[in-house]
C-alpha cells in the first residue's frame, strides 16, 4: 500500500507540476484581479495591502473589472456557482473578487475558494458586508469590518495558491491566518519578515507559513517547483 500511494503521488506530483508551470514561468510573477463590476465600493488599496506579504514571490498587480458570467448566477440558492470561474484555462495566477455569495459543488458556501492546479481564487465578500445575504443571516457589519474581512480573506486564498495549508480546526496556531476557521472579529496582528524585500510587514501569518514562503521564493529564483507540487499534490489527497 506504501508503494502504490508513493506512486500515486509521484504521477500526481508530475502533473500538477506540468499544469502550474507556466503560472511562475516569467521572471516577474504577476496575478492579475479581477473585481465585480456590482462592488462600487473602492477596494483597490485593500487589495494592494493584502497583497504585500506576498511581495516577495508576485511582483506586480493588475486589477481589472469584470462581470460574472450570467451562467454562474443561481437563481433558486441566490448564489454565483464558481466552478465555470475555476476551470477556465489560463497561464497566470488570477483572484477573483465577487459581491454575491458563492458556492462549488462540495460547498454550499464559502468566504473564498482556492484551485492551486488552476492558479485561481475568489473571495465573496457578501458575508461580511451590507448585503442581501448578511440581511437575511441578521449579521451587521461596519465598512472597515467588511475592509478587514476582505484583507484577512485575501490573504488566506493567495496562501493557499502559493502553497499554505489549513491549520485544521482544533489545531490553530495563534492568529494564523491559515488557521481553517478564521478569527473574523477583532484579528490580532503581527510583524513576521517574509521574503527578502527587507521590510517588516503586519501579517498574521505562523512562523511555519512565513518559513514556506521564504522556501517557495528562494525555490522560485532557482526555476525549482518540484516542493511547490508536492505540497499541492498532498493538499490534493488531503494529507
Not at 52 to 75: A, D, H, R, Y
Not at 80 to 86: F, K, M, Y
Amino acid at each position: 500500500m506504501g508503494f502504490m500511494k508513493n506512486l500515486v503521488m509521484k504521477q500526481l506530483t508530475g502533473k500538477i507540476l506540468k499544469q502550474v508551470a507556466p503560472y511562475f514561468a516569467g521572471n516577474t510573477i504577476n496575478i492579475k484581479v479581477f473585481v465585480d463590476k456590482e462592488i462600487t465600493t473602492d477596494y483597490s488599496n485593500i487589495i494592494t495591502d493584502a497583497m504585500k506579504p506576498f511581495q516577495s514571490i508576485i511582483k506586480n498587480i493588475e486589477l481589472v473589472g469584470f462581470i460574472v458570467p450570467k451562467k454562474c448566477w443561481n437563481e433558486r440558492r441566490r448564489q454565483h456557482n464558481i466552478l465555470d470561474l475555476i476551470t477556465v484555462k489560463r497561464e497566470g495566477l488570477e483572484l477573483y473578487i465577487i459581491k454575491r455569495d458563492i458556492f462549488a459543488s462540495h460547498l454550499n458556501w464559502a468566504y473564498g475558494i482556492t484551485s492551486p492546479v488552476n492558479g485561481v481564487c475568489i473571495v465573496s465578500i457578501a458575508r461580511f458586508s451590507d448585503s442581501e445575504t448578511t440581511q437575511a443571516l441578521h449579521m451587521t457589519f461596519l465598512d472597515e469590518e467588511t475592509r478587514k474581512q476582505l484583507t484577512l480573506e485575501i490573504q488566506h486564498e493567495i496562501g493557499h495558491l502559493l502553497g499554505l495549508i489549513d491549520h485544521p480546526e482544533g489545531q490553530h496556531v495563534g492568529n494564523c491566518t491559515m488557521n481553517q476557521t478564521m478569527h473574523m472579529e477583532n484579528p490580532e496582528e503581527t510583524n513576521i519578515r517574509v521574503g527578502d524585500s527587507g521590510q517588516h510587514i503586519s501579517t498574521i501569518f505562523c512562523p511555519a507559513c512565513s518559513a514556506w514562503l521564504e522556501q517557495f521564493a528562494d525555490a522560485l529564483k532557482n526555476r525549482n517547483l518540484q516542493s511547490y507540487a508536492e505540497r499541492v499534490a498532498k493538499m490534493i489527497v488531503g494529507e
